[in-house]
Structures are given as C-alpha cells and as structure tokens.
Nanobody, 125 residues
C-alpha cells in the first residue's frame, strides 16, 4: 500500500518556523516530481512548492517565495518543507503529493496522483 504521511505541523507564532516532512512508503518516488499544497478554510487547495526528481529544480508560489524551502532526500524517500517567517495567512492544512508520471515538477494540482492526508499549520498573530 502506497502512503504519503506528513508530519511537523503545529501551532506557531507569527515570525516563527516549522519544518514539514513527507515520508513515502510502499514505493519509491525517487524518479518522481513531488510537491506541497495547502488548503485554508473556505478556500481551494493551492500550490505551495514543488521539486523535480533529483532536487535540482524547485518552484514556489509567489506568496511563499523567499520564506519556504522545499527539499528531498531520496535515500530516505522523504520530502521536506522548511517554513520560515511564518504569517497568519500561512494557516492551512498542508498536503504533500507525488506525480508518479513525471520527473519534472508542475504546479498543476491535477497532475499529482498520490496524496497525503495533510498536517495542520496554524500561525497566530
């Protein structure tokens, strides 16, 4: 059974940091692009960041550029999202996803075919 499991979410004050992890099991995603998405209450799920198969190419939503960093460790089958300078508007459920059919990342949510269940990030003002 293929699973993506997010961890590292929680409650943090504005200006603080969190590091999210996404651990994959059941298969390797070392040749796949992966990404992070988030969904705030009352809003649609939105792209946050993505990374290609080797980790050499990354992309970010404008709202997080310069504050968030995506990375991966293929040996551990794990992806990370380092979030710094957090703002209340970053509050959301964060999901990791894998695009098993592509090595290079896309921002299109419908291109990702494996999803985790999400981890809550709450940033207080």
């Amino acid at each position: 059974q293929v699973q993506l499991v997010e961890s590292g979410g929680g409650l943090v004050q504005a200006g603080g940091s969190l590091r999210l992890s996404c651990a994959a099991s059941g298969r390797t995603f070392s040749s796949s692009a992966m990404g992070w998405f988030r969904q705030a209450p009352g809003k649609e799920r939105a792209f946050v960041a993505a990374i290609n198969w080797s980790g050499s190419n990354t992309g970010y939503a404008d709202s997080v550029k310069g504050r968030f960093t995506i990375s991966r460790d293929s040996n551990k089958n794990t992806m990370y999202l380092q979030m710094n300078s957090l703002k209340p508007e970053d509050t959301a459920v964060y999901y990791c996803a894998a695009n098993s059919g592509a090595a290079y990342y896309t921002r299109a949510i419908n291109e990702y075919d494996y999803w985790g269940r999400g981890t809550q990030v709450t940033v207080s003002s």
